[in-house]
């Protein structure tokens, strides 16, 4: 079985610009996730979304963070315009459903450096 | 807001050595997940638990969830260099929400 493919793994970024990071769920999850890893703390949810829907982007900051998922299969995360802060690994996770025993699959991460 | 700590931050044990961490929620749990990261890796999932009290055996991993759904614990026993990594639990909070907070890990480092 396949597992969450992002890209790209890496990107070096001068503050200010744009970047914008894709993610392929695992065939049949309907529920997809993005999560903001900081070096040396635990992953932050940004965004979940079940098919196409949103059903939390509480932590997500909207005047520079955007995500979609259109056709409820591949999402796009977009950061514009990037802060120093935002550097970061950036999870895209999967998973069959929402909820009690859904286990959340990872990918391998998009690393991003903000300069 | 909902809060999930774990101590130690980090850990350095000899190989042969036993480690435990500790996870902590705020609220009450519906049920709890533990997951490692290799060094430069992603998070995998170890194990789920979701019965008050439930404790759960992987070979030398010894998970157990608190009477009370707030806390869980994680012990390896007789450490192995590859045990290295960061070991997070993920917690979801009772009351109808689907979003899992992740905890803030241990990071286990074995000496040969």
């Known amino acids: 079985e396949a597992g969450v493919a992002q890209s790209p793994r890496y990107k070096i970024i001068e503050k200010r610009q744009s970047v914008a990071f894709w993610c392929n769920p695992i065939?049949?999850?309907?529920?997809l996730y993005w999560y903001q890893q900081i070096l040396g703390q635990g992953p932050k949810l940004l965004i979940q979304f079940q098919n196409n829907g949103v059903v939390d982007d509480s932590q997500l900051p909207k005047d520079r963070f955007s995500a979609e998922r259109l056709k409820g299969v591949d999402s796009t995360l977009k950061i514009q315009p990037a802060k120093l802060e935002d550097s970061a690994v950036y999870l895209c996770a999967s998973s069959l459903g929402r909820g009690i025993g859904n286990t959340i699959y990872f990918g391998e991460g998009s690393w991003l450096t903000v300069v | 807001g909902q809060q999930v700590m774990q101590i130690p931050q980090y850990q350095h044990v000899q190989e042969g050595e036993d480690f435990t961490t500790y996870c902590n929620s705020s609220?009450?749990?519906?049920?709890i997940q533990w997951y490692k990261q290799r060094p430069g890796g992603h998070p995998v999932f170890l194990i789920q638990l979701v019965k008050s009290g439930e404790v759960k055996k992987q070979k030398r991993l010894t998970f157990q969830f608190g009477e009370a759904k707030k806390n869980s614990s994680l012990h390896i026993t007789a450490t192995q260099t590859t045990d290295v990594g960061t070991y997070f639990c993920?917690?979801?909070?009772?009351?109808?929400?689907?979003?899992?907070?992740f905890g803030t890990g241990t990071r286990l480092k074995v000496l040969a």
């Open positions: 065939s049949g999850h309907a529920t």
């Open positions: 993920a917690g979801l909070p009772s009351g109808g929400t689907y979003k899992y907070i």
């Open positions: 609220t009450t749990l519906s049920n």
